[in-house]
């Protein structure tokens, strides 16, 4: 069920889609079994915050399907999407919020948009939320909800009425949205928003198709992914308005991509190296490259960096492991990587039968993560 999308496994939005059309009653019941073993909330009158508090380690969404995407600085809100099954149509598919003070949030569509809609990232004041929404027709639209959780839709690039387009991440200043749009050619370009006018500005990349991916807390630095020229090989990029798009270089000749970065310009993604495996790697503000391996003992097979700390020391996302599985993990400064339930133990905190598939999402400290568990369950620990 996953895709490889800007160097990370995420569910990408053609992948949203089709999951909650597809009926897969395995899956369904180990997440109702899950869910029965495990501290949850599946009711607005219920806030997964006041059991994370108890428990250190909580469901969010159980007894559907969720992913959580993304946590505010403090993590105590978290978003993402729910849906109330496995197969539900797209239409059910819904941009959600929890909220330690207010619980459980569905986020308004817009009129005209009646596929699925998906929450990316809050900004430091959690005044705006960046996202998409989509259409049951195909094409999806870059759109924030205010304080007041109303929608508003982000202008297109392209005037074609199919035109599409995705915001991914928010500055915590609040001002720098970034993400991708489709230009008149139908290709894809990465892009930002002013918040102030909601303008969309391209990126001048190399290539003829690319997407932002992250921006950092004042929005002066902007990561992605671009090809150069038509070329289907993918390279990792740093923007910043005095430097334009400057490539980062890669573990071989292969595909790299940029997922996040820190304030302290660490950048996170992924790069094949010469095997054409993918790696979990860092650059730092020298731009030189870092493997950071992976959850298994002889330290091979793939691994994908998905997010990054405030200050840059705490670095998560996913790995393979010896026996095949796919486990969320945690790289800290000096300490290395380990499985996110590995960290919950040391951490005191009992997950039970929860195993961690990703982590999509940390505080700014590190202290407070959310990804998704093996039953596509979304958790917060």
């Known amino acids: 069920m996953f895709l490889l999308v800007g160097g990370a496994y995420f569910f990408s939005r053609q992948t949203i889609i089709m999951m909650f059309k597809k009926k897969t009653c395995a899956a369904i019941v180990s997440s109702v079994v899950l869910a029965s073993q495990a501290a949850h909330a599946n009711s607005n009158s219920e806030n997964i915050y006041d059991a994370l508090n108890k428990n250190g380690i909580v469901v969010a969404g159980a007894f559907g399907q969720s992913n959580v995407l993304a946590l505010s600085d403090n993590g105590n809100t978290a978003l993402g999407f729910t849906a109330p099954s496995m197969y539900a149509p797209s239409s059910e598919v819904v941009a959600t919020v929890w909220d330690s003070q207010k619980g459980l949030i569905s986020l308004p569509k817009a009129e005209g948009y009646s596929g699925l809609s998906v929450a990316r990232s809050i900004s430091g004041d959690l005044n705006t939320i960046t996202g998409y929404l989509s259409r049951e027709t195909g094409g999806e639209r870059a759109v924030y909800w205010d304080d007041k959780y109303k929608i508003?839709?982000?202008?297109?690039?392209?005037?074609?009425?199919?035109?599409?387009?995705?915001?991914?991440d928010i500055s915590r200043d609040g001002n720098i949205v970034v993400g991708n749009a489709s230009t008149d050619s139908n290709l894809e370009a990465a892009v930002?928003?002013?918040?102030?006018?909601?303008?969309?500005?391209?990126?001048?990349t190399p290539g003829d198709n690319s997407s932002a991916s992250a921006v950092n807390g004042d929005g002066s630095m902007i990561v992605g992914k671009t090809n150069i020229g038509s070329s289907d090989t993918t390279h990792a990029f740093r923007w910043t308005e005095n430097t334009?798009?400057?490539?980062?270089?890669?573990?071989?000749?292969?595909?790299?991509?940029?997922n996040g970065l820190s304030d302290t310009g660490r950048v996170i993604g992924t790069s094949q190296n010469s095997g054409e495996i993918n790696r979990a790697v860092y650059w730092d503000t020298d731009n030189q490259i870092h493997d950071l391996g992976t959850l298994r003992s002889d330290n091979q097979g793939d691994s994908q960096a998905i997010n990054i700390s405030r200050l840059g020391t705490v670095i998560s996302g996913t790995s393979i492991t010896d026996d095949n599985?796919?486990?969320g993990f945690i790289w800290k400064e000096g300490q290395g990587m380990h499985s996110v339930n590995d960290w919950l133990n040391h951490a005191h905190v009992n997950a039970g039968s929860m195993v961690a598939r990703s982590v999509n999402a940390m505080s700014s400290d590190g202290a407070t993560i959310a990804g998704q568990l093996t039953d596509g369950s979304g958790y917060v620990a």
């Open 244 to 258: 334009g798009v400057k490539l980062l270089p890669s573990l071989s000749n292969h595909i790299t991509t940029a």
């Open 192 to 204: 930002y928003w002013t918040r102030h006018d909601n303008k969309v500005h391209v990126l001048n």
């Open 152 to 168: 508003h839709l982000l202008d297109n690039l392209s005037s074609n009425e199919h035109a599409s387009s995705a915001a991914f």
């Open 325 to 327: 599985q796919r486990l």
